[in-house]
C-alpha cells in the first residue's frame, strides 16, 4: 500500500482512506484495551486473526442476506470495506448472562438467559458507553425508529446464524457487540452492519470446559490470551492453509 | 390506632397492616435518604407534607380515571392503601434533563428533552436500581408485556396530568418516578398506581427562578429543604385550611 490518508484511529483498528470514494482500508492492530481503556495491553497476532474471523462472519453472514461494510481482504491485517456512518449506539445481543450484566443485575455469570436480550449503549468513550433505551435513541436522534428497528431484526439474524456457527464447533456463544452504519446512495440511506466481529466483541466459552476464548482472558488476566484468538480461528477452519 | 403489625419499614415509609384484609395503612416518616441511603438524615414535616401532597395527587389522578391504591387519608402521616404486589421496576418520566440522565448521557441539567422519555430501574437497593430496559424485565419475568403496555400508558397520562397542574401553579414538572402494582380479583389482577408522588420522588423547578422545590434540595444541600415541599404544598392549595 502506498501512502494513504488516516481517517480514525481507534482502541483496536485503524482506518484509512480507501481506493475508491466510499471506500475505507480498517487495519487490525495488536492493541487492546479493557474497562473504558483503563486497562491497556498487546494481544500478539491479534490484529491478524481478527481480521481473518472478522472477515470470515462477515461473508458468511452476506450469504444470509445481511448487508455488510465488507468488501474483500486486502493483507494479512487490512481488509477494504465500505463507509458508512455509524450509528453511535453499540448493540449487545446476551444469550448468557456474564459482564455488566451479571454485575448490574445481580445474575450469576453463566446463567442461560430465559430469552435473548438486546441492550443499546450510547457509543461514547468519555461517558463510559452508558445503556439507554429505545427512548433515549430516538429523543436525541441518535437513530430513526425505522433504523432501530432494521437493526434489532438484523441483530436477531445475526444471532440465530453465529449461535449455530459456533456451536457447530463446540463453542458457546454467551453475548457480542454489534455497530452498524448508514450507507447512502443518493437522498437515501440503509443501515449495514460494520465495525468486526471477532474474539474482541464476543464472549466464546468453550462448551465442554467453558473455558474462556475471548477478550476476557485479556481482562481478567487469565493467561493464554493469543492462544484463545487462535484456537478460535482454528476451529473455525481459518489457520489451515494461509490462502492470503 | 391500635397495636398493628408492621409489615415493612423502607426508607421514607412504613406499611402496616390495615383493618380490613387487602388493605394496608401508609405511614410517612420524615426520614429522608440519598444516593442509595448512602446519605441519610430528617427533614421536619416532611411525613406530613407528603402524606397530604401524594393524597391531592393520588386522588387528582382518580378523577382522571388513572387507577390508585389510594383509598383515604386516616390522620396527618397516614393514609389507608389497597394492597399491592409491587411490580419491581421504578418508573422514571423525564420532561427535562437532570439527575442520572444528565450525568450517564453527558446532558446539561435543564435541557428541555425534545421527547418525554420513561426510564425503567430494577427496584433493588443492594444493586443500586440499575437502570433496565423492556427486553430484561420481559426476560426475567419482573412484569409481562401486557403489564409493562399499561405501565407505560398510565406513565404517559400521569405526567400529562401533572404538567397540567405543576404548570398551573408556576412549577415545571422536570422529572418523576412512580410504582406499579397488581391489585388481584380472583385469578385475574390488574396494575395500579400504588406508593408515593412528592417532593420525594419528583424534581419541581420553580418556573421563574429554577429554585428547585423537590428533594433535590436535601441531596445537594442547598438548605431550606423542609420551606421547599412546605411551598409546594402552598402553592397546590393544602397549606390554607387544615381539613382533616
Ligand atoms: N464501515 C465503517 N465506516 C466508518 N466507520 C467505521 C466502519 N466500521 C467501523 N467503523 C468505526 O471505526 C472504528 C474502528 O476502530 P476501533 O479501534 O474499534 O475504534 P473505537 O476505539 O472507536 O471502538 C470504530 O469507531 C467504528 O465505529
Ligand atoms: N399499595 C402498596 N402495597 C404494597 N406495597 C406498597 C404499596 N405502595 C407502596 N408499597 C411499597 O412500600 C414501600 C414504601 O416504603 P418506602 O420507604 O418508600 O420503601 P423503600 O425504601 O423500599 O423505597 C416501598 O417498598 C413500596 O414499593
Ligand atoms: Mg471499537
Ligand atoms: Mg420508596
Redesign the interface.
Known sequence: MSRRRQIYEGKAKILYEGPEPGTLVQYFKDDATAFNAQKKGQIAGKGVLNNRISEHIFKSLATIGVPTHFMRRLNMREQLIRQVEIVPIEVIVRNVAAGTLSK????EEGTQ???T????C?K?D??GD???????I????WASQDEMNDIADMAIRINDFMCGMFSGIGIRLVDFKLEFGRLFDGDFSRIILADEISPDSCRLWDMKSNKKLDKDRFRQDLGDVAEAYQEIARRLGLLTNEDG
Open positions: 448490574r443485575l445481580g445474575i438467559l430465559p430469552r436480550i438486546i441492550e443499546y450510547y461514547n468519555e461517558l452508558p445503556m439507554v433505551a429505545d427512548e433515549h430516538a429523543c436525541f436522534g
